[in-house]
């Protein structure tokens, strides 16, 4: 009888504790963007909207932002159409490296960022190339690329593929095929896998640190900066960031919610 | 990556008079093989060369000299095994260090995930509007900067913060005592940094989970516990692994939360070291062996384990 009862608390209890210890610190975050703090960001001075009304005024947080939204851009896109590829060749044909195909996927998911990062500055500087935008932009599409793989993978192993048949059937042409039939139905896990990148990419600071020479990212620049202490604005920055993710995720579940409520009606 | 016929999966017919396909068939499905080949082959080119690459280019420049009289940074070519034995012996208790650190913060971070994703995915499964919040929330911590998150930690568990003033008011802390800049506080930042990698698999096992298997349990008069360890825990396990992978891999080789919840004398792990015997020391081969050291290490203890308590779902 006891046991049961502590069953029954234990984990609404645990479960609610664990959300507060996961939220408080992003709270914190959005709470001190607000801060009247000056240069060092550390105590609470008193409430203003300054640096809400002026994101750009400590030096380098735009700049640093905007480097990191390009970065984050470009090996997004990148990433995803070489994964999305290597997804569908994967499932849909056999070959005989398929095991080390297999391995070289798993393998950078499976190594510390330190040393991905150690192993590509070691490659460049070896190749003697410039550190800086490119380095960076080759980095990120490396580790993005994997997870893309591991995502669009499961969702076109998943695929029906009498779908396609049927579309032969009519005689539809392979490019059609693909473009009418596969591709619209793949297309929600290859969106999931590059906002997955984009998020990967925005927020890494291990391997950027490592091959990024003087370009400077958002997550570098408030690693940088915390040695003196974080301006506000970088905290109205993550806010905002944080604000934005969220409203775009609600509006995914909407538009979900909305066309399941309207397949029900319809069926 | 050369190309061979399809065959259906398992089937390997040995001779071709078990090949019951036309002509036409055949010639159709090496084509589709050719054209697959050309979707893997742009991917693969680019691991090949932006990951495969590098760790041989790291593993020879763990074996480099530096010349008599050369400039800082001017390295050639050798096989100097020694480099090795140098880092390994100073650097060995912070290797050690990292380790213990990692599976501290995946233990606690399993404690706590564990109930959490329990509520979410199996509690609340009967609540679709309050478990799309918190599902929501669970991943809310992707949308905001971890170094920023990691710099929170830094000012609640500052000496003038709420939590160290109240554990110094009930006496759990003693009145000169410090929570930053310890291994209390990398440690928590650890396990606050990686839960929702792993909360977020076992997640999805549990909502897998079938609750008439434990009304099943129940009706068979199992106390609560032997149904968890008997029935819930069993279909928990591909999540419970992959999350122990997805914490633990990167935490041993993380340096942002000692960096800065850490002090320089006893929580430097093993990626602040690399870093700056790359930067500041400009040590390349000392640097290249460390890093080589830590992937060694980590790829032996995940084989272990792996072959301890893989599942197939996964690897």
Redesign the interface.
């Known amino acids: 009888m006891y046991?049961?009862r502590?069953?029954k608390w234990?984990?609404?209890v645990?479960?609610?504790l664990?959300?507060v210890?996961?939220?408080?610190?992003?709270a914190?975050?959005f709470v001190?963007s607000f801060n009247d703090g000056g240069k060092t960001n550390?105590?609470w001075r008193g409430f203003t909207w300054s640096n809400w009304t002026n994101p750009c005024g400590a030096p380098q947080v735009c700049q640093s932002l905007v480097n990191s939204l390009s970065v984050g851009a470009v090996a997004t896109i990148i990433a995803t159409v070489?994964?999305t590829?290597?997804a569908?060749?994967?499932v849909?044909?056999?070959?005989?490296?398929r095991n080390t195909?297999d391995l070289?996927?798993?393998?950078?998911l499976?190594?510390?960022?330190?040393?991905?990062g150690?192993?590509?500055?070691?490659?460049f500087?070896?190749l003697g190339w410039e550190l800086g935008y490119w380095t960076v932009i080759?980095?990120h599409?490396?580790f993005c690329?994997?997870f893309v793989?591991v995502t669009v993978r499961a969702r076109v192993a998943g695929l029906d593929p009498r779908l396609e048949e049927a579309a032969a059937d009519l005689y539809a042409g392979p490019l059609q095929r693909f473009w009418r039939i596969t591709f619209p139905m793949l297309l929600p896990g290859i969106v999931s896998a590059a906002l997955l990148s984009f998020?990967m990419s925005f927020?890494d600071?291990?391997i950027t640190?490592?091959n990024s020479g003087t370009f400077t990212t958002?997550?570098k620049f408030?690693?940088v900066a915390?040695a003196r202490g974080?301006p506000a604005q970088?905290?109205v920055i993550?806010?905002a960031?944080?604000i934005v993710?969220?409203l775009i995720?609600?509006v995914g579940?909407g538009i979900s919610y909305r066309r399941r409520k309207a397949l029900a009606a319809r069926a | 990556m050369s190309t061979t016929t399809p065959l259906p999966s398992g089937t390997r017919p040995t001779r071709r008079s078990q090949d019951l396909r036309s002509p036409e068939e055949v010639r159709a499905e090496k084509k589709r093989g050719r054209m697959g080949a050309w979707l893997i082959l742009p991917g693969m080119l680019y691991l090949l060369l932006f990951f495969a690459l590098p760790v041989v280019v790291l593993l020879s420049m763990s074996l480099f000299v530096k010349p008599e009289g050369g400039e800082i940074g001017e390295f050639v070519p050798a096989w100097k095994w020694d480099n090795y034995l140098i880092v390994w012996n100073a650097y060995w208790p912070v290797l050690v260090r990292s380790f213990v650190f990692a599976l501290i913060a995946t233990v606690v971070a399993l404690l706590i995930a564990f109930p959490m994703a329990y509520l979410v995915a199996v509690r609340l499964r009967n609540y679709a509007l309050l478990k799309g919040i918190l599902l929501v929330l669970l991943i809310a911590p992707f949308f905001s900067s971890f170094i920023l998150r990691t710099q929170a930690w830094k000012q609640i568990l500052a000496d003038e913060g709420w939590v160290a003033q109240g554990l110094k008011a009930v006496a759990i802390l003693p009145q000169d005592g410090h929570l930053t800049a310890t291994p209390f506080a990398v440690v928590c930042g650890l396990t606050y940094n990686f839960l929702p990698f792993m909360m977020l698999p076992i997640y999805a096992s549990l909502d897998r989970l079938d609750t008439r298997l434990l009304e099943a349990a129940s009706d068979l008069y199992a106390p609560p516990a032997t149904t968890f360890f008997r029935v819930t825990l069993p279909q928990a396990m591909p999540g419970v692994f992959a999350g122990t992978l997805l914490t633990f891999i990167p935490a041993a080789g993380d340096y942002v939360n000692a960096a800065l919840l850490g002090n320089n004398r006893n929580t430097t792990m093993i990626g602040q070291v690399i870093d700056s015997r790359f930067f500041r020391v400009v040590d390349y081969p000392g640097a290249a062996s460390l890093s080589v050291i830590l992937m060694v290490a980590i790829l032996i203890l995940v084989l272990i384990y792996i072959r301890r308590f893989g599942t197939k779902e996964l690897f």
Not at chain 1, 118 to 123: E, M, V
Request: net charge neutral.
């Open positions: 046991s049961t502590f069953g234990f984990i609404p645990v479960g609610s664990a959300f210890y996961l939220l408080v610190p992003i914190y975050v001190f550390l105590q070489l994964g590829c290597v569908i060749g994967l849909r044909y056999t070959f005989r490296f195909a070289l996927i798993i393998l950078p499976a190594t510390p960022e330190v040393v991905l150690a192993s590509l500055l070691a490659q500087l070896n080759i980095a599409v490396m690329m994997s793989i998020a927020d600071f291990i640190n490592f958002f997550p408030v690693y915390a974080i970088a905290n993550g806010s960031m944080f993710a969220l995720v609600l579940q």
